[in-house]
């Protein structure tokens, strides 16, 4: 029975030797050679051709002008002398008019069948019935103003002939050149083949672990260490991401354990059967609480995913940021009290910006219970107008944010250390991040250990080019 396996040596000795591909560069230089003679070629054709004509229109319109002034007998002076050493025809015809003269070859076997053709014909390099014509003509013809038509024709067997010959020159120097056209595109496949495969090195030397910055390979430039660089980081990036998602894994099992263990240990106690019904009622409201929680954190997470892939429907319309705030810390002013924390708000005029008013209120919400909740006594908040912005503050003399989390305040699921001993989830400030850029604004964090934090909020103002359209 065979089976997938490659064959050994003995199997490929048997087989032969086998012969390199041809390489794909030698094919598409010799297309490319072979594109640039054939265009060469047409070029050419167009250009004679396009000389004949011009040549037979400038007879044409000296013609007409002699046959304008002095009628036949300007046409019979030079037709010859004018049209040159090429063989050619003028045929004047009309209703009671038929005028040829013949020019170059006096032999008139030659010549066209003029019954053939209509005087009226106008063609490049076409042939005409004839005994012996010879051919392709060029023929041009135009009114001669007295219900006459003037028309002249020129042969152009030179023309093809000298076509001919350089047609066959093109296609000698095709012949001799395509073989050397394949040097080249030798040299540059081969030189493609080792820089790929240096590439190929870096990157599997980045996947091991290793960092490379530059190749250590020789000639390498600077378009390779970039984009063995942006490999790197972004190998950096995945296991940042990996790190990450086992972080937050760990954080929600160790967060929603607590709920969790709880609504069990509630619905556990109320199943006891020595129970009255007020028990059975506080038990309840337990297990309905914790599960209030739960749903809390799982839609939270919901809304940071909606907000942070740009899906989150915002009812936008124009408030006052002075009305949200004053309902938001009348919300938290009891538990502001229990802790001893003054707040502040320093708004003596309306603010008014473009949002979404369940949306900001959360972002403020978040906001002060974190200046509460990390040992601030005093929070102050600020609106104003900054340009085509609004702006607001929300300054605190807390325990403050290391540089080291400043910017890991913001990812999902992150938690400091000394916020472990505090309840939450590390759902917050991501929340409050993507919904702030969300509205098109920016939120920035300026901070020092044990003197406080300040939050600025910039939102867009109702009516300027900057504010986002309502979704």
């Known amino acids: 029975m065979e ?17 390199p591909p041809f390489p794909a560069g030698v094919l598409v230089g010799a297309a490319c050679f072979l594109l640039t003679f054939s265009l060469l070629g047409l070029g050419l054709t167009l250009t004679l051709k396009n000389a004949d004509h011009r040549a037979a229109q400038q007879i044409l319109d000296s013609y007409l002008l002699r046959y304008r002034r002095g009628g036949l007998a300007a046409l019979q002076a030079d037709f010859p002398h004018l049209l040159g050493c090429r063989t050619g025809f ?7 008019l038929r005028l040829v003269l013949l020019a170059g070859d006096t032999d008139t076997s030659g010549m066209p069948d003029f019954d053939s053709f209509a005087p009226t014909l106008a063609r490049t390099w076409t042939g005409l019935r004839g005994h012996n014509s010879v051919g392709p003509w060029t023929v041009v013809s135009g009114p001669a103003g007295d219900g006459n038509v003037l028309q002249i024709g020129i042969d152009c067997s030179a023309t093809l002939d000298l076509l001919t010959r350089l047609g066959k020159l093109l296609l000698l120097a095709a012949l001799v050149l395509l073989p050397l056209s394949a040097v080249p595109a030798l040299v540059m496949g081969r030189a493609g083949k080792k820089r790929t495969e240096r590439l190929r090195r870096a990157v599997e030397a980045a996947a091991a672990g290793q960092r490379p910055r530059s190749l250590p390979a020789r000639g390498a430039d600077r378009e390779e260490e970039r984009f063995v660089s942006a490999v790197s980081r972004l190998l950096d990036r995945y296991d940042r991401l990996a790190r990450e998602l086992q972080e ?11 709920p969790m263990t709880r609504l069990r240990t509630t619905a556990e106690y109320g199943l006891q059967e020595y129970n009255s019904v007020e028990q059975l009622r506080e038990t309840l409201a337990d297990c309905l609480e914790e599960s209030d929680r739960v749903l809390a954190i799982l839609n939270t997470m919901l809304t940071v995913a909606e907000a942070q892939a740009d899906t989150v429907r915002l009812d936008l319309r124009p408030v006052d940021l002075r009305d949200i705030l004053a309902e938001v810390i009348e919300m938290y002013q009891v538990l502001a009290e229990e802790q001893h924390v003054s707040i502040q708000l320093q708004a003596p005029e309306p603010v008014m910006a473009l949002v979404d008013r369940t949306r900001i209120s959360q972002v403020w919400a978040n906001l002060l219970d974190n200046a509460i909740k990390y040992g601030a006594d005093r929070v ?21 944010i290391s540089e080291a989390e400043k910017e890991r305040i913001w990812e999902r699921l992150y938690r400091g250390d000394r916020s472990r001993n505090r309840p939450g989830l590390g759902l917050g400030l991501t929340l409050v991040r993507a919904i702030v850029e969300a509205h098109h604004g920016s939120i920035m964090v300026e901070s020092r250990m044990q003197q406080g934090t300040t939050f600025t909020v910039r939102l867009p103002r109702p ?3 900057s504010s986002p359209a309502q979704q």
């Not at 089976?3 to 040596?9: A, K, L, M, S």
């Not at 937050?248 to 354990?257: E, F, I, P, V």
Request: aromatic share 0%.
């Open 463 to 465: 009516g300027l080019p």
């Open 380 to 400: 102050r908040i600020s609106l104003a107008v900054r340009g085509e912005m609004t702006e607001g503050r929300i300054e605190d003399n807390g325990m403050g």
């Open 90 to 96: 003028l045929r004047l015809a009309g209703p009671h």
């Open 3 to 19: 089976t997938g396996h490659p064959p050994n040596g003995a199997d490929r000795a048997q087989q032969g030797p086998r012969l």
């Open 248 to 258: 937050s894994m760990d954080n929600m099992a160790h967060d929603l354990r607590t």
